[in-house]
Nanobody, 123 residues
Framework: QVQLVESGGGLVQAGGSLRLSCVAS????????MGWFRQAPGKEREFVAA?????YYVDSVKGRFTISRDNIKNTVYLQMNSLKPEDTAVYSC???????????????????WGQGTQVTVSS
């Protein structure tokens, strides 16, 4: 099983920024689609962003969040700017080994998941 280790969560005020990182094990990182999902208290898990050769975002974060990847470092990032209280959630990194033609916004596409990191936006 691929291991995904997340970091970068924390507490910030509205309007602030955070950068989440997710480091993946394995030799085939470059072939994975990588995604970020979030789950707020009492709500279902929500797709945030994904990246293959292109980047995709849920409408609510477009223009504020940027997903990127460094295939040499086996790391995917989520740069979050202009944070809002409604962005508060546990953010999880996910990897999909067989993603071509699959809907990247769906949890079922992904094979591996990180433990999640808490992002809390105050005010």
């Amino acid at each position: 099983q691929v291991q995904l280790v997340e970091s970068g969560g924390g507490l910030v005020q509205a309007g602030g920024s955070l950068r989440l990182s997710c480091v993946a094990s394995g030799r085939t990182f470059s072939s994975y689609a990588m995604g970020w999902f979030r789950q707020a208290p009492g709500k279902e898990r929500e797709f945030v962003a994904a990246i293959t050769w292109s980047a995709y975002y849920v409408d609510s974060v477009k223009g504020r969040f940027t997903i990127s990847r460094d295939n040499i470092k086996n790391t995917v990032y989520l740069q979050m700017n202009s944070l809002k209280p409604e962005d508060t959630a546990v953010y999880s990194c996910a990897a999909a080994s067989s993603w071509y033609g699959a809907p990247l916004s769906q949890s079922e596409t992904y094979d591996y998941w990180g433990q999640g990191t808490q992002v809390t936006v105050s005010s």
